[in-house]
C-alpha cells in the first residue's frame, strides 16, 4: 500500500508496523502494571515527518473528548491468531463504529502470552478513533508531541492549566468505568475498598486528589479493559489479589481511605459529588 505525495509514491507499511510495535509494548506495560511511556509516534518516513497517536493516546482522546464507549465485544479463535471484533458509540451523538484486529499468537518465533489481550485492545482502539473528533485527536497529539520535544524547563509548566479540566473528566471516566465492576469484582471477591487498596499501591498515592491526568488516563485504560471481556476482569483481579498479598507478607500496614466518604470539592457538580462519594476513590 502506498500513499502519493509530489509524484512521488511513499510506502506506508512502516507506519503501521511503527504503530503496532509501540503499541504492543503499551499493551504489555498496562497488563503487567508499569507506567506507559508512548502515547505519540513521530518518524521520518519518505522525506516526511509521520505523526499519530498510539493506542494509549486514542484511549486518552476519547476520555478527554468523553461521551465513546464500547457496547459489544466479540472473539474468535483461529488456528494461528485471535480474531477481535468491537463496537464503539458516542452516546453524544448516536453514531457507532465497528472495529477488527486479527492478532498472531506467536511473536518472535515464541507463543505470545498477550495474543489475546492484544486483539482485543487493537480491535477497540480502531473503533473508538472512529468516533474521536479531529480537533480532539490534534489536541493531544500537539500536548505529547510537545511533551516529547520540551527538555523540562518551561513546557511542563505550560501545561499544568490544561491538565485541571482533563483531570477532572479522567476522573469522573475512572468513576464511571469503577461503579459499572463493581459488582463484577464482588463477584470475584474483590471489594471497593481491595479496589482503591490497589490503585493506591499502584500510583504510591494516599488520595485520589494525588493522582495526575496520566495516571487517571492509565487507570482508565485498565479498567476498561477489564470491563470488556471476562478474562481481562480475570487478569484485573489477579493483580490486585497478587499486590494484596504482597503487602501483606511485607507487612505494610494499610489505612483506612477517608476519600470514601469526603466530599467532592466546592467546584464540581451535584452528581459528580455523589458519583464520587459513591466510588471507591
Not at 508512548?38 to 509521520?50: E, H, L, M, P
Not at 464507549?69 to 458509540?89: G, I, P
Request: with cysteine; proline share 5%; net charge negative.
Amino acid at each position: 500500500m502506498a500513499e502519493e505525495k509530489k509524484e512521488e509514491m511513499v510506502p506506508v507499511t512502516a507506519e503501521y508496523e511503527v504503530v503496532d510495535q509501540v503499541d504492543d509494548q503499551a499493551i504489555i506495560e498496562l497488563m503487567t502494571g508499569q507506567t506507559i511511556q508512548d502515547y505519540v509516534y513521530s518518524f521520518k518516513q519518505g522525506g516526511r515527518t509521520v505523526e499519530g497517536l498510539t493506542l494509549a493516546g486514542i484511549n486518552e482522546a476519547a476520555n478527554r473528548r468523553g461521551g465513546i464507549q464500547v457496547e459489544e465485544m466479540e472473539y474468535q479463535e483461529l488456528d494461528n491468531s485471535w480474531l477481535a471484533t468491537v463496537k464503539a458509540v458516542d452516546t453524544i451523538t448516536g453514531s457507532s463504529r465497528w472495529g477488527a484486529y486479527e492478532q498472531p499468537k506467536m511473536s518472535g518465533g515464541r507463543a505470545d502470552p498477550f495474543a489475546f489481550t492484544k486483539a482485543v485492545h487493537k480491535a477497540q482502539r480502531n473503533a473508538i478513533k472512529q468516533l474521536i473528533p479531529v480537533p480532539v485527536i490534534r489536541e493531544v497529539l500537539n500536548f505529547y508531541l510537545h511533551r516529547k520535544a520540551g527538555s523540562g524547563n518551561s513546557r511542563p509548566q505550560q501545561q499544568i492549566p490544561q491538565g485541571g479540566g482533563n483531570i477532572a473528566q479522567a476522573q469522573k471516566a475512572a468513576f464511571a468505568i469503577a461503579n459499572n465492576l463493581e459488582e463484577p469484582l464482588e463477584k470475584k471477591g474483590i471489594t471497593k475498598a481491595d479496589l482503591w487498596n490497589y490503585i493506591k499501591r499502584k500510583y504510591s498515592v494516599e488520595s485520589r486528589n494525588d493522582m495526575s491526568e496520566m495516571q487517571w488516563t492509565q487507570l482508565s485504560a485498565e479498567l476498561k479493559a477489564a470491563e470488556t471481556t471476562p478474562q481481562l476482569l480475570n487478569d484485573l483481579c489477579e493483580r490486585i489479589k497478587q499486590l494484596t498479598a504482597a503487602a501483606q507478607e511485607s507487612d505494610v500496614p494499610v489505612p483506612e481511605e477517608p476519600a470514601v466518604q469526603e466530599a467532592a470539592s466546592s467546584d464540581e457538580k451535584e452528581g459528580e459529588k455523589t458519583q464520587a462519594q459513591d466510588s471507591p476513590f
